[in-house]
């Protein structure tokens, strides 16, 4: 079965053609993606979906520990709440301080997100990734 690939090309619907299609694997890991990088109030229609690592942004993090388990906690809340196609989810936040070039030297925090669980539908393993630097929250 082909799931829509999000972001969804809105010309190709209005001009009557084809959306891009995608694996569920690759739907659901678009949908963790869009948890990730969604800030609470974002999405005007439910304004509790998103995760907490928006929250963060911009400020010095002096306890890493209970920042990991808040942004933890967010995520496994949003995944239960938004993906259900997932279950047994595992989350892991790690935090990195790194020294980025850009016009000036700078120290950024990186935060590497890692999901695991299993896809409902058929069982199989699925293992999300993603990096994202905050203040500013960018993601590559």
């Given at each position: 079965m082909d799931y829509y690939k999000v972001p969804i090309n809105l010309g190709s619907v209005i001009k009557n053609k084809d959306c891009a299609m995608c694996s569920l694997k690759e739907s659901v890991a678009g949908m963790?993606?869009?948890?990730?990088?969604?800030?609470?109030?974002?999405?005007?229609?439910?304004?509790?979906?998103?995760?907490?690592?928006?929250?963060?942004?911009?400020?010095?993090?002096?306890?890493?520990?209970?920042?990991?388990?808040?942004?933890?906690g967010s995520m496994a809340s949003a995944i239960a709440r938004y993906e259900k196609r997932i279950e047994y989810v595992n989350i892991d936040v790690e935090i990195e301080q790194v020294m980025t070039m850009v016009k000036r030297r700078k120290i950024k925090n990186?935060?590497?997100?890692?999901?695991?669980?299993?896809?409902?539908?058929?069982?199989?393993?699925f293992k999300y990734n993603e990096t994202f630097f905050i203040g500013p929250l960018s993601y590559f």
């Open positions: 963790i993606h869009l948890i990730a990088t969604t800030s609470f109030g974002e999405c005007k229609h439910d304004e509790s979906f998103g995760c907490g690592i928006w929250d963060h942004d911009f400020e010095n993090i002096s306890n890493a520990e209970a920042f990991k388990e808040s942004v933890k990186r935060i590497v997100l890692n999901v695991k669980g299993k896809l409902v539908k058929t069982n199989e393993d």
